[in-house]
């Protein structure tokens, strides 16, 4: 039982419908409408449980005045508070990344008494800490064209470092999976440094073939080689005074690796057909997808290069090892991209950030990021939703729940037992009835509000007719 609650809203139907609800599990509740009386009844109550309307409908004014309010629960509270986002199906983007870091629950509007009694049972399960105490710490770095912003533990040092040594002439090592925002991070070191007025030059040596690569690095003259039918300038020279980002430097051959590390140490290459040497002002950043001493003990890479270069490494987590930023990372990709295609989103539905945060990435940021474009390009009246993304997406993280769910009933008690039959009695009518909520509901002789508060438990809520993906409609 909860003695008390705070309710944040200007909407009078919303306090009355909830209010009625809430007395059914002994909740008083409190409304407030402003930050000051917020702050008061927080101060007032001990450990209360904070009901805030994130309704997407809210109006500019209500938007702005929310922002503050998540805003102070997310730096400034110093009271253990229990928070309750009422939302309906969908979230302002607005509001997404602060709703997400401070919500221990959602609560969807119209409220139902099963969802009521639900919610008490969750309350009663989460522990109130400080918000501003508690949650992860943050880093953000600008340049003229991009920001980082992380809530990562282990990138908070990489971007600390980074802003230092970006102003000094060192040569750096990115190590990451593809995807993990190395270039993009290159690209920064290099704005930020004193030689961001001169050029950026990037090279994915993984996509040359191993007979040009020589040539694209060090340039070659007319005719040293077949085809090579006038002189060019490689990469290192193009370069001029700027950085030069070689990315996938694990595949190149013993014989280029030979010819970096003589760059590296005296500033000279020869190009292709050439007996005379010629000296680079780049600064260089090399990036591999691999961990390049593993490389080194198989004899794959030579060890006075790989020594030469671990001086300044910089690992980059996967995006699964950096939970706190999928949310963020998605709000910012979506901004990025509707203002790149002049398309407007201004609500995303309530299943998509959990269905971002609970799939793997395997394709890390850009697969974040081309996953938000192809959403963004078919999104409908400046809706997002879960149907929008990838089918894979979806498969791929329902298969995942009911993974875990097998695996947390191996005990295989009556309990357990009764929840497998149950989620196969649930895929079963599902199929059979199209997927259709209010179909399958009557079908199994539930009500539709029960149907979704078991779907929701077995991890179903996102399932669709596969034999079409279309878009669900709203069912009456």
């Not at 690569?213 to 005074?241: N, P, Q, V, W, Y």
């Not at 961990?291 to 690992?315: A, G, I, M, P």
């Not at 793997?360 to 809706?383: D, M, T, Y």
């Amino acid at each position: 039982m909860h003695p008390f609650g705070i309710l944040y809203t200007s909407d009078t139907q919303l306090e009355l419908k909830l209010s009625r609800q809430l007395e059914e599990i002994n909740l008083n509740l409190k409304t407030v409408s402003c930050l000051n009386e917020l702050n008061c009844a927080i101060q007032e109550s001990g450990q209360p449980v904070l009901f805030i309307d994130l309704r997407a409908d809210l109006s500019h004014s209500e938007i702005d005045d929310r922002k503050a309010v998540l805003l102070y629960i997310r730096e400034q509270c110093e009271t253990p508070v229990k928070v309750v986002s009422v939302i309906d199906q969908f979230i302002h983007l607005e509001l997404l990344e602060s709703a997400n870091f401070v919500t221990d629950c959602y609560l969807e509007y119209p409220p139902v008494a099963e969802e009521i009694q639900s919610l008490s049972e969750d309350l009663g399960a989460i522990t109130p800490m400080v918000k501003s105490a508690s949650l992860p710490e943050s880093r953000h770095i600008f340049d003229r064209n991009q920001h980082v912003t992380t809530y990562t533990q282990a990138m908070i040092p990489i971007l600390d470092q980074i802003t230092k040594i970006a102003r000094h002439n060192v040569t750096l090592l990115l190590v990451g999976e593809t995807g993990t925002g190395k270039t993009t991070l290159a690209s920064m070191i290099h704005e930020l440094s004193p030689r961001s007025a001169e050029p950026f030059q990037n090279i994915a040596c993984g996509a040359l073939p191993s007979d040009l690569i020589e040539s694209e690095l060090f340039g070659h003259l007319r005719g040293s080689f077949t085809g090579a039918d006038r002189s060019k300038i490689g990469r290192f020279e193009a370069a001029g005074k700027g950085t030069l980002l070689l990315d996938e430097i694990d595949i190149l051959s013993s014989k280029d690796q030979a010819k970096l590390l003589k760059v590296i140490e005296t500033g000279q290459f020869e190009p292709v057909g050439s007996t005379e040497s010629r000296f680079s002002e780049a600064r260089l950043i090399v990036a591999a997808n691999v961990e390049l001493d593993e490389l080194t003990r198989n004899n794959k890479f030579r060890s006075d290069l790989y020594y030469r270069l671990n001086v300044l490494q910089f690992r980059l987590p996967a995006l699964r090892e950096r939970p706190h930023d999928i949310i963020p990372l998605a709000v910012q990709f979506i901004t990025e991209c509707c203002e790149q295609h002049g398309i407007t989103i201004t609500k995303i539905h309530r299943s998509v950030p959990e269905m971002l945060k609970q799939y793997q990435w395997p394709g890390n940021l850009r697969e974040l990021k081309n996953q938000i474009q192809r959403a963004v390009l078919f999104s409908n009246h400046g809706e997002l939703t879960s149907h929008e993304f990838s089918p894979n997406i979806i498969e791929d993280v329902n298969k995942g729940r009911q993974e875990e769910l097998h695996r947390a009933i191996e005990s295989k008690s009556l309990a357990d037992q009764v929840a497998i039959s149950e989620m196969h009695l649930l895929q079963k009518s599902l199929s059979e009835n199209g997927y259709r909520k209010t179909a399958t509901a009557k079908a199994l002789g539930i009500s539709r509000v029960g149907l979704y508060k078991k779907m929701r438990k077995y991890g179903m809520l996102e399932q669709t007719k596969p034999a079409t993906r279309k878009k669900i409609q709203t069912e009456t």
